[in-house]
């Protein structure tokens, strides 16, 4: 008898098998002339060759299917199985940036927002600005995602000046990473919703995805990489200097941030506000400004922001 050996590679097992290894047997029915096994993210399976070579090649797609859109059902695991084309498994919409945990869409979901991403095909840095809630940070990390799935960029590195401690962190509890967290958190926020944890955390942990403190950048050289400055109006003209000329070869920069929030000390200068008049004419650099029409977050927070801008205009 044949056997087969299979592994789930970057996937969950427990997402892929389904509760109760639901989805393991709901493959297993198309396949009654195989002895099929799993544990943990291998797979076994023992038959004739023939009938192997089509379930390894089905199977595979499988995981592909899973990959890409992060979700499989018996709905796909029958359209997969039993169809002779592969295209029938993609999506044909172009404008699904991600296929998030669950198989959540994610996508621009307002004008503004598919300007930013039109502007980030285009050029290799990017200044999103607008107020709060406008989805800024969240389209920029899903197309960081987009680029690392697609082996555009090696690596995602994700950073935001930590004003609020001081750039130093040294008063606060714990180690670096407990101290990083509450500063990082909108960041993994976004990451959960694209990627599934245990990936997420592995790549992590291989430094495939970086998120840390402005601080940080100093003395690095960014290639292959998809990087994300967030909060990016809290920054000092030195350390907008110091972080845009830390762009390397292969390189995608997007810098967000709302000139309205800054939280710097008095009489100093934004390097945000700075860096949109400096570079407003640099060719490769494009400057997309976001408004209250993008607000994505409850409809309240949009009423929140046009209160606050009534009482400051009459200030």
Do not use: C
Request: proline share 4%; aromatic share 6%; hydrophobic share 40%.
């Amino acid at each position: 008898m044949n056997e087969r050996i299979i592994e789930l590679v970057d996937i969950a097992p427990k997402d892929f098998w389904g509760a109760q290894d639901s989805h393991l047997e709901t493959i297993k029915k198309y396949y009654p002339k195989l002895k099929i096994v799993a544990r943990g993210t291998t797979l076994k399976a023992f038959g004739e060759k023939e009938i192997l070579d089509e379930f390894e090649k089905r199977f595979k797609r499988l995981m592909l299917h899973f990959t890409r859109y992060n979700n499989i059902d018996d709905n796909v695991i029958e359209r997969v199985i039993q169809s002779d084309s592969q295209t029938e498994i993609m999506d044909p919409s172009d404008k699904i940036l991600v296929h998030g945990v669950g198989g959540k869409l994610i996508k621009a979901i307002t004008p503004n927002q598919q300007k930013l991403v039109d502007s980030m095909y285009k050029n290799d840095m990017v200044f999103a600005v607008g107020p709060a809630g406008t989805g800024k940070t969240y389209t920029g990390v899903a197309l960081a995602v987009k680029a690392l799935k697609e082996k555009q960029v090696k690596r995602i590195i994700l950073t935001r000046p930590a004003v609020e401690a001081g750039e130093n962190l040294g008063f606060l509890p714990g180690d670096m990473k407990e101290k990083l967290d509450p500063y990082m958190q909108p960041l993994y926020d976004a990451l959960r919703d694209m990627i599934p944890h245990e990936k997420l955390e592995d790549y992590i942990l291989k430094g495939i995805i970086q998120i840390a403190p402005l601080a940080f950048m100093r003395g690095r050289t960014l290639d292959n990489a998809f990087v994300i400055l967030d909060e990016a109006q809290n920054t000092t003209h030195s350390q907008m200097k110091m972080f845009l000329t830390r762009m390397g070869r292969n390189a995608k920069f997007m810098i967000t941030g709302d000139p309205g929030q800054v939280d710097l000390p008095r009489r100093t200068t934004s390097g945000l506000k700075e860096a949109l008049l400096i570079l407003k004419n640099v060719d490769g650099v494009g400057i997309l400004y976001l408004d209250d029409k993008d607000i994505v977050r409850h409809k309240l927070v949009k009423k929140i922001i046009d209160a606050y801008k009534s009482i400051e205009n009459h200030d």
